[in-house]
């Protein structure tokens, strides 16, 4: 058994198409073939049934896959390790972001300027199957369900409601969000997390949203807004903070609108030094974010009193 031969079959398992899995891989389907029979002889089960062109992972097959995937991520792990123990700071950074993407070049931008050689590898598109070993480090808007995952706070903001600077209640400093039930909204599509939990708002005032537009981009969101086409929810921090003259933000007192940020990394695998010291800066990146945003709506604060 080689270590090749077992890093094909992952590829051929996640695939469960021998073709597809020759191309992601660069090499002649018959090849793999090959080699997959191969291994299934060395083991003296199959590991797929076949039907035709169609394969499938059998009970084998899974059962194997469950301890090669353990393995390869034990011997990358180990790789990592003995990097650290050379000494120097180098390396590259598996960095998952499910939330809080308008913050990123600043945060990249800044950690590299003390660390230059160290880079990134973004996954930005977090679909159901990604798992623990497909990053480092993660930031999102929510615990991440995922087995042998733990999680720090890195910091909680408040959720504005966001109003055209025409708008009827632009003069006011906060509202309940039950004043806006006969609103039209411009929201993010279902399945967001941010989109997940203002409809909870909506849904604890007593309403639910009549969506006038959906969009998976904050920045068409907030443009929308500014062209007087609907209201929106704003997260103060996350989403970049000013919006200029044309919208107003406005707390909203009923019910408590906020969300947390998390970053998460998995305790099951080693976190190599690099890895170590970006949750580091980033915990204390987002501390200063959140001060200077406690300290900007203090100021709103002063400058509104007595605002009818």
Request: glycine share 6%; charged share 25%.
């Amino acid at each position: 058994m080689e270590l090749l031969q077992l890093k094909y079959f992952v590829t051929v398992a996640r695939f469960e198409h021998m073709t597809r899995a020759a191309e992601e891989l660069r090499i002649a389907q018959p090849a793999l073939s090959k080699t997959i029979k191969t291994l299934e002889k060395s083991l003296g089960v199959l590991l797929f049934d076949r039907h035709g062109r169609n394969i499938q992972l059998n009970q084998y097959g899974r059962a194997f896959l469950k301890r090669v995937n353990q393995a390869l991520s034990a011997l990358e792990d180990g790789e990592r390790e003995l990097d650290d123990l050379s000494g120097e700071t180098f390396g590259d950074i598996k960095l998952a972001v499910v939330v809080g993407s308008n913050l990123l070049p600043g945060l990249l931008s800044s950690f590299r300027k003390q660390h230059p050689n160290i880079s990134f590898n973004l996954l930005q598109h977090f679909s159901k199957s990604v798992t623990g070993k497909d990053f480092d480090l993660c930031i999102s808007s929510s615990p991440l369900k995922l087995q042998g995952i733990t999680n720090i706070t890195l910091l909680t903001e408040e959720i504005f409601l966001a109003v055209p600077i025409e708008h009827r209640l632009a003069k006011r400093a906060s509202i309940r969000l039950s004043e806006v039930s006969e609103e039209g909204f411009i929201n993010l599509k279902h399945g967001k997390a941010l989109r997940d939990r203002t409809d909870s708002f909506c849904k604890y005032a007593g309403f639910s949203p009549h969506i006038i537009f959906e969009s998976d981009d904050p920045a068409t969101v907030r443009g929308l807004i500014k062209a007087g086409q609907g209201i929106a929810f704003i997260p103060a921090i996350s989403w970049g903070g000013s919006t200029g003259s044309s919208m107003v933000l406005l707390h909203i007192d009923e019910p408590e609108c906020t969300r947390s940020i998390e970053l998460s990394w998995t305790v099951e695998r080693y976190l190599p030094q690099v890895a170590r010291i970006f949750r580091k800066f980033t915990i204390d990146y987002f501390a200063k974010l959140a001060l200077e945003s406690e300290n900007c709506q203090h100021s709103i604060s002063i400058d509104t009193a007595g605002v009818e």
